[in-house]
């Protein structure tokens, strides 16, 4: 129907996470370069509906299983009907079945499956035997596949990039200040994630105590929403500390509130790759997390922000207190952050990453 | 017949854009304005539309003007005919657009595309359909579409025949403040409470060849009402259609409000807006549903739901091998018979008005699809 170059993405999930988020971008990304993206997820899934509002086509389909054979036999229709020359997979179920349909098809497309996480991978297949390439969103997650038996010649890492515009252009601090009613020499410190066990926030309430005696106009700022958010609530009471820590619940005005922030700390204990330290930096913010997964990566210690060793309170705390006492440090860190992010984690970097990949692949497929 | 490369980024001052359909696929159509608006921000938008459909259109941010084809005058024919389709081309012209796209395969709007004395004009390849040369008054010619292509893809397909991506895949309806407080009005006056759940049920059509069985109306009413969702029942304004929406509520013992005949097309969906679920048969005011977001059962019979399901930018999946059925995606659903006839494109079996694979439709299976979706569960 077009002699534009499709790429179909998959997406068995419902939710709208990071790795949604960074599907829709690279869609949005890559038809600017001129190839076209359709998606492929369950009637129900968030990417869906969030993909149709930016304009772009969104088949459905239900996944009920790894070896779905209804779903393989949609993909394969899909595949013909959209003249599909690339399939995106992204999570465990639409792995298989796209990467299944894919060598299936005729048309021979080429199958990349996208690792956005960093946790344990429960089968090698769709990342061995499905996909002609595997991409992942930083070295760490690549070294892992490898050591897990996956071909390193067969994996590319292409980091999450971001709207650095939304973030870096506005140089004008936060309002969030004047938002809670706070002093404004009251020193703001804080995240914006989505809450899970393992993004570490009790970590800092922990370190909190020791913070306040050496700083007592800090005030925290959790923002985001998830399932431990009444857990938070719990500890923030238990420690006494409600007239310090501030829940903002989810935000639109991410930028706003990183803006605000005289410093950004996560002790996250599990990440891949870390886009919401990258937001942070993007926004000048010196950041603090732990030295896990692909954090190292985005934060160079000492430059762009602290690392420290995760699950440990009085290390955070000591690195919280050492960039509290030195604003001219920290503020330096923040542009240095914000100059590393620009260059690279830009979603334009990332789309054009991805379709130089898409190219070489397209070129290799016509040649051999 | 060639088709020359993309127009965007080009420099476009006017738009003529020609929907000369029904009610129903002129709200399907704002996609593609949506698309144009997005390509050219300063270009000045014009919609001609049939006379009785540009309520569709009012108020929409991607339209400036609307020019209304007025049917009744042409159909008089002789000399009021001719002063009409020479006043719409004046007009058209008097706009000076760069592009003309011609939404619909008629021929009207190809000609008029052409006598509008644009620079590009987009419209669907004729395949020897229509007049002779018809392909020769276009710059740019869509293909046909594929059958089972939804409407609102297929218009989004048009304005991509000229190198315009789509912006938004979903329907926009605009109301207006006054619209809402007599919604609200009429609402309260029925007797709901402005906190009170309530579900629109909009059993009629103009063409009683999509309508439900009133039995089964009546049973889908007073099953909302039996899970505490006041239903209200609504039709267009034709006596007969309001006499159907009276006896359905009759059937169902009273339980529901009504607002039947009472409420132009732009109330009507802020009424919907506010309401907690559509449950109707294949119309106008279940587009409007899909298009404020409200969750919607569409009752279809005959009419293709592949190409009118309620829309929220998410394909149905309808095929060659399956184009029918009972479908959930996104936040509605679909009920139809996967009978082997559907479509079958008449009015009704053998000409009877009366479709069975409409009339077959089980109570349960309606109701099945309004608890589905109310638990906005579907899986």
């Not at chain 1, 997964?293 to 430059?303: I, R, S």
């Not at chain 2, 309520?55 to 084809?69: A, H, Y």
């Amino acid at each position: 129907m077009t002699d534009r170059v499709t790429v179909l993405h998959t997406e068995s999930s419902l939710g709208w996470g990071g790795q949604e988020q960074r599907t829709l971008r690279e869609c949005l990304g890559i038809r600017e370069l001129g190839i076209r993206p359709v998606v492929l997820c369950p009637p129900e899934a968030e990417l869906g509906r969030r993909a149709a509002s930016a304009g772009i086509e969104v088949f459905s389909c239900r996944m009920r299983s790894n070896f779905d054979l209804a779903a393989v036999r949609t993909v394969l229709r899909i595949l013909r009907e959209q003249a599909v020359d690339i399939v995106n997979t992204h999570s465990g179920r639409d792995s298989f079945l796209a990467g299944i349909a894919g060598r299936l098809s005729s048309l021979q497309p080429v199958v990349v499956r996208t690792r956005h996480l960093a946790m344990a991978i429960t089968s090698r297949i769709s990342y061995s035997w499905l996909p002609h390439r595997v991409v992942t969103v930083s070295r760490y997650v690549r070294e892992y596949l490898v050591r897990e038996g996956v071909p390193g010649e067969r994996i590319v890492v292409v980091p999450t990039g971001i709207d650095v515009g939304k973030f870096a252009e506005d140089r004008a601090p936060g309002n969030l200040r004047e938002e809670l009613g706070l002093a404004p020499d009251a020193l703001l410190v804080g995240s914006v994630s989505v809450l899970r066990r393992k993004k570490g926030h009790r970590f800092l309430l922990q370190a909190a105590p020791s913070i306040l005696a050496e700083f007592p106009r800090t005030v925290f700022v959790i923002a985001g929403a998830g399932p431990q958010e009444n857990n938070l609530r719990k500890t923030i009471r238990d420690l006494g500390l409600s007239g310090s820590v501030r829940m903002l619940g989810h935000r639109e005005d991410v930028s706003n509130v990183l803006r605000s922030l005289d410093l950004f700390v996560l002790p996250t204990e599990e990440e891949a790759l870390g886009t919401a330290f990258v937001e942070a930096m993007a926004a000048g913010v010196a950041v603090i997390g732990c030295r896990v997964g692909g954090v190292p990566e985005v934060v160079q210690e000492g430059e762009t922000g602290l690392l420290v060793p995760p699950g440990d309170p009085a290390a955070l705390g000591d690195a919280v207190r050492f960039l509290l006492a030195d604003g001219e440090r920290r503020r330096g860190m923040g542009a240095a952050g914000r100059r590393a992010v620009i260059t690279r984690y830009s979603v334009e970097g990332m789309c054009k990453a991805m379709f130089d990949l898409y190219r070489s692949l397209l070129a290799e497929r016509s040649g051999g | 017949m060639t088709t020359p490369g993309s127009i965007a980024g080009m420099e476009i001052r006017a738009i003529a854009v020609f929907m000369l359909r029904h009610i129903g696929d002129t709200l399907l159509s704002t996609p593609a304005f949506r698309a144009l608006r997005a390509a050219f921000p300063p270009a000045r938008v014009l919609a001609v539309v049939n006379e009785g459909t540009q309520q569709m259109l009012e108020g929409n941010p991607d339209i400036d003007e609307i020019l209304v084809f007025h049917r009744r005058r042409r159909d008089e024919g002789g000399f009021g005919r001719w002063r009409e389709e020479a006043a719409l081309v004046r007009s058209l012209r008097s706009t000076h657009p760069d592009l003309a796209v011609n939404l619909t395969e008629g021929d009207r709007g190809a000609i008029l595309s052409f006598l509008s004395g644009a620079r590009f004009r987009v419209g669907v390849a004729p395949n020897r359909r229509g007049f002779l040369g018809k392909e020769m008054l276009f710059t740019h010619l869509c293909p046909r579409p594929s059958l089972y292509r939804h409407a609102v893809m297929r218009d989004l397909d048009v304005v991509a025949a000229a190198g315009i991506p789509p912006a938004d895949l979903r329907l926009r309806f605009y109301f207006t403040d006054r619209d809402r407080e007599k919604a609200a009005r009429m609402l309260r006056e029925a007797g709901i409470a402005p906190e009170q759940p309530f579900a629109v049920v909009q059993p009629t059509s103009r063409w009683t060849f999509k309508c439900w069985t009133e039995d089964g109306m009546a049973g889908v009413v007073s099953h909302l009402a039996g899970r505490g969702i006041v239903p209200v029942v609504t039709s267009g304004p034709a006596p007969g259609e309001v006499a159907q929406a009276e006896r359905i509520r009759e059937r169902a013992g009273g339980r529901a409000a009504s607002l039947a005949g009472r409420l132009s097309l732009k109330e009507l969906g802020a009424v919907i807006a506010s309401a907690r679920l559509f449950v109707g048969v294949d119309s106008a005011p279940m587009h409007i549903s899909a298009a404020v977001g409200t969750p919607t059962v569409a009752i279809f019979g005959p009419t293709g739901a592949f190409n009118w399901a309620p829309w929220e930018g998410i394909d149905w999946g309808y095929t060659a091998e399956r184009p029918a059925g009972t479908r959930f995606v996104g936040r509605h659903a679909v009920v139809q018979k996967e009978t082997a006839c559907i479509p079958c494109g008449q009015d009704g079996c053998e000409g009877t008005k009366k479709s069975r694979c409409v009339e077959e439709i089980l109570l349960e299976e309606v109701s099945g699809a309004v608890d589905r979706v109310l638990a906005g569960v579907v899986s």
